[in-house]
C-alpha cells in the first residue's frame, strides 16, 4: 500500500513500536485507535485496528468515551503536539486531574505539520512549556519522554511505551509517552540534520524524563 507519509516522518517509526508492542502483548484484537487528524489521519489506510479519526484536539474525550463503553478494550489516544498542547490543551488536563483511565501517545515535533509548519507551544523558542511539571502536579499514573532518533532512544521509546501501556491495563489511569519527532519536510532540512537537532538542542532543553508511580 502507498506510504503517505513523508520521509524521515516520526509517526511511521512510532507506529512500527507500538504495533510490535501490541503483537508482543497479544492485544492487537482488543485494540481501539483513537486517532487526530492532521498527520496522524495519514496512519489510517495502514493501521489495522479497530479504531476512529477524531476531531482536532479531541482525541482524548473521545476515548474517555470508547473506554467507558467499552471497559475490556484497550483504547489508545493517539496525537500529536498541537492537538495536545495547542486546541485540545484542556481536555488534556483535565483527564490528568480527573484521573480518566486513558493512554496517551503524543508525537511532538514542535510544529503544526499538516498545515505549513506553523510553531507551537513546544517549538525550541518556547522551551519554558513543561508538560511534565503540570501533569505531575497531578499524581499522574504513568509519563515518559523519549526521541526518535538512533537505534538506542528508539529502544528506550519502545520499553516507555510497554511500562505506559502495562500501567494502563494494571492500573488504569491517567498514562501518557511523548515521543519528539523529527519532521524534515517542514523544517526543511535533511532527516541527519533534524536527528542531529533533536539530538542536541531539544534534548538539552526538553530533558529525557520518566515518572512511574
Known sequence: MYDLLCN????????????????????KNDVIFAHDVACCSLLA????????????GRVIPVSIGIKTANHKNFVLSYMGDGAAYEIGFNELIHAASRKNDVCVVVINNGILAMTGGQKTAT?????NFKIEDILKSFDVNFIARAILTDRENIDIAEKYLREAF????????????ELISPCPTNYRKSI???????????KERYNVFMECR
Open 192 to 202: 541527519a540534520e533534524c536527528v542531529d537537532i533533536i539530538n542536541s538542542v531539544v
Open 166 to 177: 502495562n500501567s494502563y491495563i494494571e492500573r488504569g489511569g491517567f498514562n501518557m509517552v
Open 45 to 56: 489506510d495502514y493501521v489495522y485496528y479497530d479504531g476512529i479519526m477524531c476531531p482536532h
Open 123 to 127: 517549538n525550541l523558542q518556547n522551551s
Open 8 to 27: 524521515g516522518c516520526g509517526h511511521r517509526t512510532a507506529m512500527g513500536i507500538i504495533d510490535k508492542i501490541f503483537e508482543d502483548m497479544k492485544i
